[in-house]
């Protein structure tokens, strides 16, 4: 699976890109057929502490799964994620 990751309007540091990876690459372990991954990193504009928004594509064969959660910190939102993307791809290969 190949991981692409997208940041609008900021860096993302190491060990943050590191997380990702890790995080990400797991997912293939609930359905191998995962043929790529965009992650995108944005920080929303407003007064709210919680404007750090991860959204995850999965291409998949068929439909491709879209996650897209907003928090405090990225870590935090990419984990959300990553537990949304878990259970839809488990929901995805018991239909298959």
């Known amino acids: 699976m190949k991981i692409t990751v997208q940041s609008i309007g900021l860096t993302p540091h190491e060990p943050l890109e590191s997380h990702i990876e890790k995080k990400v690459s797991k997912l293939e372990t ?5 043929q790529d991954c965009k ?28 996650v897209k959660k907003t928090s405090a910190t990225f870590e935090e939102s ?18 298959a």
């Open 30 to 34: 609930f359905y191998d057929k995962i």
């Open 39 to 66: 992650v995108f990193l944005k920080v929303e504009n407003n007064a709210d502490r919680n404007n750090k928004t991860t959204e995850i594509i999965l291409v998949v064969p068929g439909e491709d799964i879209v």
């Open 78 to 95: 990419l984990d959300l994620c990553v537990d949304t993307a878990k259970k839809l791809l488990i929901k995805k290969k018991e239909l």
